[in-house]
């Protein structure tokens, strides 16, 4: 299983970026996908994630702002980041999980992922 993950670069307070999880080898709707960032000190946080049915969970800090979403025929998740703040500059990761699939999903922490993509740099400008 590969991860693409994209879309990440520097927009101003306010703004939006629309991230893009692409599945190389494999098809996404098998598996539940989850959105987590990291800034350099701090662990890797969860941001958002989605079930195969389409269920999704929202950290509180993005509730209102970001969506994520599938689109099964591009094989991808997205993420649309919203109003977006300078405390969500971090470096955006994908993961995977085909157990989690019907799992209704909630805040999971990183090592409940089985595969993960290269991360992609959000950066937030006040």
């Known amino acids: 299983v590969q991860l693409q993950a994209s879309g990440g670069g520097l927009v101003q307070s306010g703004g939006s970026l629309r991230l893009s999880c692409a599945g190389s080898g494999v098809t996404l709707d098998r598996y539940a996908i989850g959105w987590f960032r990291q800034t350099p000190g701090l662990e890797r946080g969860a941001v958002a994630c989605i079930n195969t049915k389409g269920d999704t969970h929202y950290a509180d800090s993005v509730k209102g702002r970001f969506t994520i979403s599938r689109d099964n025929a591009k094989n991808t998740v997205v993420l649309q980041m919203n109003n977006l703040k300078p405390e969500d500059t971090a470096l955006y990761y994908c993961?995977?999980?085909?157990?989690?699939?019907?799992?209704?999903?909630?805040?999971?922490?990183?090592?409940?992922?089985?595969?993960w993509g290269q991360g992609t740099l959000v950066t937030v400008s006040s």
């Open positions: 993961a995977a999980d085909e157990r989690l699939q019907y799992v209704p999903p909630r805040e999971r922490r990183p090592d409940e992922y089985a595969y």
